[in-house]
């Protein structure tokens, strides 16, 4: 198995398992691929930085002409390092302290705010501040509650409810509303429901003549087996952009239209790469304990994500059904009952979409490091990010003399 003509196995030899593996092709086919979907006359595609936030993936990001959503006063910091212009960021964070937005302003990104009462202060405090409103419209698509953020219960944005309270709050600082903002979930399969809700939201940006962009947010749903469920991306840019042209024709408007992936664009371009410590035959079950666990890759144990499992060292090996479990004393089942090339001592076993939530979510969980990560680049493997260190795990801790 290869990337860009590297073997991957070769990066294992160099960099030793648990790594991370990044195709920057894959990113950059992905970045271009979303922003030729949709036809407006003016398109910001914000990459969604916790889904993967070394500083080497901004950069990319920055250098294809992508913007930054951030949802922590660290990303905007980090995004700033990468080289991205404080107009190119917007801040959408919940529930954050009067102080970080503050923080915020000073470094001049663009602010976006999901709650009457900070919108109230931020009248109060900075009334010639633009800021955006986060507004949730209620609607729900897709499957997975967890990671939906538009149900009646969401803690995230403006309830579309709450409309004339907006209205009288914005009138009576005189604010400038410089955009609106929706982003209801993980997954958007159904273009129809995505576009009834962006009418809804479309009905606020008419309260607001200040308004110069609509952010949609993201919810765009990649595939996570052969053939899985995925966003047409195609289908939904081509349907989408002829509503939003439709309404600013209409409203004589001249407005940016927004989108902040995460998941799409980087998702299918990271594998996540293993070595079978153990196989462990029980009388139930077969298991390959991998040196891994949910400290690395959280997202099954946490959301039951599903992550293709292949053993790249023995590619035609006799399939056998297994269960891939990692080292962690805490549940930690990666797959059960996967169909997997026979699994011997010291093979590799690779996960697929390994690029988004993965890394990112990482820890330190029973004191163990955190993997490198490389980014192969125009050919070139790049290490990205070292192995953490035992220095690591002691770092920031205070000794007392007992
Ligand atoms: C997490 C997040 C995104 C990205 O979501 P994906 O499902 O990864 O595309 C976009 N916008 C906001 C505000 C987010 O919190």
Do not use: W
Not at 333 to 338: I, K, L, M, S, W
């Amino acid at each position: 198995m290869e990337i860009q003509g590297i073997k991957i196995l070769d990066l294992v030899q160099q960099y030793k398992a648990p790594l991370y593996i990044y195709d920057g092709q894959q990113i950059t086919n992905n970045y271009n691929r979303f922003v030729q979907a949709f036809d407006v006359p003016q398109l910001k595609v914000n990459y969604a930085c916790k889904a993967l936030s070394n500083i080497s993936i901004l950069k990319l990001f920055k250098q294809l002409g992508a913007g930054l959503d951030c949802v922590s006063i660290q990303e905007i910091k980090l995004g700033l390092a990468a080289g991205f212009d404080p107009e190119d960021i917007l801040f959408t964070p919940n529930n954050i302290s009067e102080e970080e937005y503050a923080d915020a302003v000073s470094l001049g990104v663009g602010i976006n705010v999901d709650n009457l009462e900070m919108l109230e202060y931020f009248g109060a405090t900075y009334p010639d501040i633009p800021v955006c409103v986060r507004i949730n419209p209620h609607m729900m698509a897709g499957g997975n509650r967890k990671i939906s953020v538009g149900h009646i219960g969401s803690k995230f944005g403006i309830s579309i409810h709450q409309l004339p309270h907006l209205e009288r709050i914005v009138s009576s600082f005189n604010m400038n509303i410089n955009g609106v903002h929706v982003h209801t979930g993980s997954d958007i399969l159904d273009s129809e429901i995505f576009i009834k809700a962006a009418k809804l939201i479309l009905e606020v940006v008419d309260r607001f003549d200040t308004v110069k962009f609509v952010d949609f947010g993201s919810g765009f749903k990649v595939a996570y087996k052969e053939g899985g469920l995925a966003t047409d991306i195609e289908e939904f840019g081509k349907e989408f952009s002829s509503t939003f042209n439709a309404y600013c024709k209409d409203r004589g408007k001249d407005l940016i239209l927004k989108f902040e992936p995460g998941k799409y664009m980087v998702s299918n371009a990271g594998y996540f790469c293993v070595k079978a410590n153990v196989v462990k035959q029980t009388p139930a079950t077969t298991f390959v304990g991998v040196d891994s666990g949910q400290n690395h890759l959280i997202r099954p144990m946490f959301y039951d994500a599903y992550h293709e499992i292949k053993n790249i060292s023995n590619p035609s090996g006799k399939k056998k059904i297994y269960s891939i479990v990692g080292y962690i004393c805490e549940t930690d089942t990666f797959g059960a009952d996967r169909q997997l090339t026979q699994v011997r001592k010291d093979d590799i076993l690779i996960f697929k979409n390994a690029g988004a939530y993965c890394f990112s979510m990482s820890s330190n969980y029973n004191s163990r490091y955190r993997p490198p990560e490389v980014l192969i680049h125009e050919g070139k493997a790049h290490l990205i990010r070292t192995r953490e260190t035992q220095e690591d795990i002691l770092k920031n801790q205070i000794e007392i003399e007992f």
